[in-house]
């Protein structure tokens, strides 16, 4: 088998020593995008401008302003005498958060009243916007705590409290990119890997190329081998360079097993490689294939594989779409391992979904890519 398979292995890799590019995009394109994006996108929402209009000015209010900004994530702006003003700044996009402190803020306080401030936000980032509320929710949150305790202190009270002892689990910072690497890493190879088997078989069914391999005795088995064994090979290399990269230059942390995400990336990367080959053969050029794999690539692996948008916030149907992304069992199978040092037991069932699609794909690859059927596309390409 191996004597069969070895001539178009090797066809294979002149032809990728020939196209540099393509080696390129294969090897280098994926680590350089994981080392853009782990830095462009975040989540996290920080130095949110803010403009104060206080007509208080009394300590209690400076007092309140200053436990603000010392949370870390406002930037004061600008102070201004007029809460108008706070509409003007956020219009011309200079503020996007304003705090409106009454004249009767301090009196109310001293005289054991109820009192209100007002927040003004900018809605028009939305995520933006519920990140700043729930900062300043908490921050006035923990100014009243104070109060409350200074109060008690001051007349001798005893007022019993609850103390919440917080204790976040696998990424105690709350770092997003820990959470979004993985997710990346999906990404990036499912569109490399697709996009490079599928461009390899069609431009070889435009050349005419693939008629030398119809007219020898391998059968569509060897073929199919032969094409993506280097593919095979050159993603795992990338994909190992990609996970180093993100481990010591971005410093996402690795606690589990890598014989075990090694395993979760090889079926991976063969149910990827077995959809390159399934679109190459419902392609009759690049730019159709091209678009075909971006199509079924980008858009369900970006949205529906719990990437950067929740499943269980999506509706019911959308939620059982998403069983048949395989970025979701490999997304939820790198973060276990990476993020929690998860062992093999609880994320059996997303090795099982992975083997289902390497199987489901790779075989569908091979079915439809069969030697009448790449002789029939080359003889129609020649017609042409």
Not at 190 to 209: D, F, N, P, Q, W
Not at 285 to 297: C, D, N, R
Request: glycine content about 6%; charged content about 15%.
């Amino acid at each position: 088998m191996i004597r069969k398979l070895f001539p178009v292995i090797v066809k294979e890799m002149i032809e990728l020593r020939r196209d540099k590019l393509t080696l390129f995009i294969i090897i280098f394109i994926p680590s350089l995008l994981l080392f853009i994006y782990g830095y462009a996108i975040s989540l996290d929402v920080k130095d949110i401008k803010l403009a104060v209009c206080d007509y208080d000015q009394s300590n209690y209010s400076m007092e309140l302003v200053n436990s603000v900004l010392a949370s870390g994530y406002f930037t004061l702006v600008q102070s201004v005498q007029d809460d108008k003003a706070i509409d003007v700044l956020m219009q011309r996009g200079v503020v996007r958060v304003g705090i409106v402190i009454y004249p009767s803020f301090s009196r109310d306080l001293k005289a054991n009243r109820q009192t209100s401030i007002q927040i003004v936000v900018d809605g028009s980032n939305a995520q933006a916007t519920q990140s700043a509320l729930a900062y300043l929710y908490g921050v006035v949150t923990l100014y009243q705590q104070k109060l409350l305790k200074d109060y008690s202190m001051e007349h001798g009270l005893n007022i019993p409290g609850i103390i919440v002892e917080q204790r976040i689990w696998y990424n105690p910072l709350l770092e997003s990119a820990n959470s979004l690497i993985p997710g990346l890493i999906a990404f990036v190879l499912m569109i490399v890997a697709v996009i490079a088997t599928t461009l390899s078989i069609v431009r070889e069914k435009e050349t005419g190329t693939i008629e030398q391999m119809v007219v020898t005795p391998l059968s569509a088995w060897h073929v199919v081998l032969g094409k993506i064994i280097p593919y095979f090979f050159l993603s795992i290399f990338a994909s190992t360079l990609m996970i180093v990269l993100a481990c010591t230059i971005l410093h996402i942390p690795f606690k589990g097993s890598v014989m075990l995400l090694g395993l979760a990336l090889i079926l991976y990367l063969l149910g990827s490689l077995g959809l390159g080959l399934l679109v190459s053969a419902i392609s009759e050029s690049q730019q159709t294939a091209f678009s075909i794999a971006v199509f079924i690539t980008m858009l369900p692996t970006m949205i529906l594989s719990n990437f950067v948008f929740p499943i269980s916030s999506m509706p019911l149907v959308i939620q059982w779409v998403t069983v048949i992304i395989p970025a979701k069992y490999f997304i939820e199978v790198a973060r276990g391992i990476m993020l929690k040092g998860t062992g093999f037991y609880p994320l059996w069932h997303n090795y099982f979904a992975l083997l289902l699609f390497a199987g489901i794909a790779l075989g569908a690859g091979i079915v439809k890519i069969n030697k009448k059927g790449l002789g029939s596309m080359s003889s129609r390409k020649g017609q042409a």
